[in-house]
């Protein structure tokens, strides 16, 4: 009844992103509450039929961002907290009182999913994915995904799908996404093991702040150069970035995280070959340094700016030059044993966020 995010202007989202560098969105059409951001004829709790506000917020942000030349893909939760046919509850949902030993209807919920998604994937034009959420609180349960990722694949066949299940990628799937952490360290606890790890394409996600959401008493606003790292550590693994952003019940973006994303993109305009359209995953990224390759070109990514001597071992290409960034600085490199890579920075070149050099193959 009070959600009225009457300051949400999606054309200004989407120049933001545009700025910013942003290939694609993943916007959050319904998260585990059970709200659904459209006007949704599957449930009548959603944002034109439950809320003041009264508008079709995906209509307009798809819109928006077709305007600028990106791509959209919807965030779903598979999980609900508000559905009876949902229950008994899951890991998460646990401690809501009076509703836990309730019986649930499985097939009636999963034909409510396919409803909503046929409804996303219908009326709003060509949409790039789903990225599914939330089978790790039922992970016993029959979600049928081989049924639901055939309903995606036959209304959009283009229409990527992803999985944050935490797991080895199921059939059907076509790229797999890792949270809050990079393809296979798994430093949660909760996300994905090593090998676990597929071979399908690869995107990390995580945050500018310390939740997804706004969080009133949030306080982790990372850094420009902690944002700038996961991005070239994510290049370094072959992995494109999800980076989230959680607008405030305004629908405003707050002004710190409209500080990174303008930071990110001003960054790209001048560094974005090194990360748009380039290879990871032969040398593993640490906290000195990333590689990605484009063609014959390495470019190593040293995020450490106090490291003036790097030891990069797994290195197994013949170099024929290193240079600074814009050619104009030689940097001394030699090759020990057949694959550790030894490249020395000049003291004149300095940068404290992310210093590239450029090594060509032979």
Not at 16 to 32: M, Q, S, V, W
Not at 98 to 119: A, C, P, V
Not at 194 to 220: N, Y
Not at 228 to 257: C, F, H, R, T
Request: proline fraction near 4%.
């Amino acid at each position: 009844k009070f959600f009225n995010p009457i300051d949400f202007y999606a054309k200004i989202w989407a120049k933001l992103l545009k700025n910013a560098g942003a290939k694609y969105i993943t916007f959050t059409t319904r998260h585990h509450d059970g709200f659904s951001m459209w006007n949704s004829q599957a449930s009548d709790y959603n944002i034109v039929k439950a809320s003041p506000f009264k508008r079709d917020i995906v209509k307009e942000l798809v819109e928006a961002c077709r305007s600028e030349g990106i791509k959209v893909m919807f965030y779903y939760s598979l999980l609900d907290w508000k559905r009876n046919d949902y229950l008994p509850f899951g890991g998460t949902g646990r401690g809501i009182a009076g509703r836990d030993e309730k019986k649930g209807d499985w097939n009636s919920y999963i034909q409510f999913m396919k409803d909503q998604l046929t409804e996303l994937l219908t009326n709003y034009g060509r949409i790039d994915g789903i990225w599914f959420d939330g089978h790790w609180d039922k992970k016993t349960a029959d979600w049928r995904f081989e049924e639901i990722y055939s309903l995606i694949h036959k209304l959009q066949p283009q229409c990527l799908v992803g999985n944050n299940h935490h797991l080895a990628p199921f059939p059907g799937e076509d790229f797999q996404m890792f949270e809050r952490d990079l393809p296979g360290e798994n430093t949660t606890g909760f996300g994905t093991a090593s090998d676990h790890v597929g071979q399908l394409p690869k995107e990390v996600c995580g945050t500018i702040a310390g939740s997804w959401g706004f969080d009133i008493k949030d306080r982790k606003r990372k850094s420009f150069h902690e944002v700038l790292s996961y991005l070239v550590k994510a290049a370094g693994y072959g992995s494109n970035l999800l980076l989230n952003v959680g607008p405030m019940p305004n629908g405003e973006i707050q002004d710190y995280q409209q500080e990174r994303l303008t930071e990110l993109g001003a960054w790209l305009k001048t560094y974005g070959e090194t990360i748009y359209g380039t290879e990871g995953g032969f040398v593993r990224p640490t906290d000195d340094y990333a590689l990605t390759k484009k063609g014959n070109t390495v470019y190593l990514h040293i995020l450490n700016p106090n490291k003036r001597t790097l030891m990069i071992p797994g290195f197994t290409y013949k170099l024929a030059s290193a240079n600074s960034y814009d050619g104009k600085t030689k940097v001394k490199y030699y090759q020990l044993d057949k694959d550790i890579l030894v490249v020395q920075v000049p003291e004149e070149l300095q940068d404290p966020n992310d210093l590239i050099v450029k090594l060509s193959i032979k």
